[in-house]
């Protein structure tokens, strides 16, 4: 047994809805005309001391009803048949965005609900779903593309790891020393592995909304990642400033610190021989990191913020990173639901600024420490 199509069961009710009110304002109408007339009619041959009363005027008044019953069956008649043409027509729209969206799919998003622009509720209706649909649309491809890079990223090494085995397996005069490179090559392989997959275990973390919100101190957070990355800054000829004002910030703690370690990553692997990166935070809870480094086309910025997106580097170049840095960054900043900006420096380099969303404090301190 099939249930009859919602348009169709819509159709009905604004039809009998028509008819309704089309019934219920012709039978006021004819009480309207009627009762003084009957009500005059039976008032003159009312019973008295006189003559009998008239039988023609009786049977006038009993045809002037019957007339009205009938005139009344007709409106409503009428009403359900003018109500279904109406409604078929108002409803039409409906039918073409239900034909075209029953045609869509995760493959085949390319259709648009194109509906005249008369029917301006409907219209309204239509872009909406277009709009949704072209987001729908760029999410899937986002996501065919991210697994497509991601395969790419595991299976390079993958393949490196097995002609490195190959070539020893099948060399007669390997000794120690040989087995013991070529070892040391596999653990190096596995290491980026194992950095590619915490990165993208980081990123599917970012995705994730933040279940427990708490206050922490963004600043504390900050000069914490930059103690970490001190050696590798000295080791590449790079100053790091800082000046990190207390920042009283709410959010996910591990989150945020995976922002900052990652924007620091980016500021230090992308910049130039004795250049500097600049770190600061703000009462406001607002975090910039910005580097010296090569010009960047304001085009490509954006651009950067996505997986597996490098500037002007080969894939297979591991020590550029994978690719992965500024994404989780976008991600994390999402789901603290903090503005991002980046904006490419006119000497080269980039400028990055999150704005965390402050905690309510009691009170605010001033002290700034810069080294």
């Known amino acids: 047994m099939t249930r009859p199509a919602p348009r169709r069961r819509l159709r009905t009710r604004l039809a009998l809805l028509h008819a309704g009110l089309a019934f219920a304002c012709g039978a006021l109408l004819l009480a309207f005309v009627n009762v003084p007339f009957v009500s005059a009619g039976h008032i003159a041959n009312k019973p008295a001391a006189g003559p009998p009363t008239d039988a023609r005027t009786t049977g006038n008044v ?15 008649g009428l009403s359900i048949a003018l109500g279904w043409l109406v409604a078929g027509r108002a409803l039409r729209p409906l039918a073409l965005i239900t034909s075209t969206a029953r045609t869509m799919s995760a493959d085949n998003l390319a259709g648009r609900l194109s509906v005249p622009a008369r029917y301006r509720e409907f219209a309204d209706l239509a872009d909406t779903l277009d709009g949704l649909v072209r987001r729908l649309h760029g999410s899937f491809t986002a996501q065919r593309q991210f697994i497509a890079n991601a395969s790419h990223e595991l299976r390079t090494p993958l393949t490196v790891q097995r002609t490195l085995l190959q070539l020893t397996v099948a060399d007669p005069d390997a000794t120690a020393d040989t087995l013991r490179a070529t070892c040391h090559e596999l653990l190096e392989l596995g290491q980026q592995q194992e950095h590619l997959i915490d990165a993208l275990l980081t990123l599917a973390s970012g995705y994730q909304p933040i279940e427990h919100w708490e206050p922490f101190d963004l600043a504390e957070l900050t000069r914490k990642v930059v103690l970490d990355h001190r ?12 000046a990190l004002d207390p920042a009283t910030v709410t959010g996910d703690p591990r989150l945020a610190a995976s922002l900052v370690t990652n924007l620091v990553d980016n500021a230090l692997r992308h910049n130039i021989p004795g250049g500097t990166v600049a770190i600061a935070t703000t009462a406001t809870g607002r975090l910039t990191v910005g580097n010296t480094g090569t010009p960047i086309p304001p085009a490509e910025t954006s651009r950067l913020f996505q ?57 605010s301190t001033t002290l700034r420490r810069t080294t």
């Open 62 to 76: 009993g045809e002037v009803l019957r007339y009205s019953a009938v005139a009344l069956v007709v409106i409503a």
């Open 231 to 242: 050696a590798e800054a000295e080791e590449r000829g790079i100053s790091v400033r800082t």
């Open 307 to 363: 997986p597996f997106q490098r500037l002007g580097t080969d894939r297979t170049d591991q020590t550029s990173g994978h690719g992965l840095g500024l994404a989780i960054v976008a991600a994390i900043a999402h789901a603290h639901r903090a503005p991002l900006a980046a904006q490419p420096r006119p000497e080269g380099g980039l400028q990055v600024t999150v704005d965390f969303p402050p905690a309510l404090t009691g009170g």
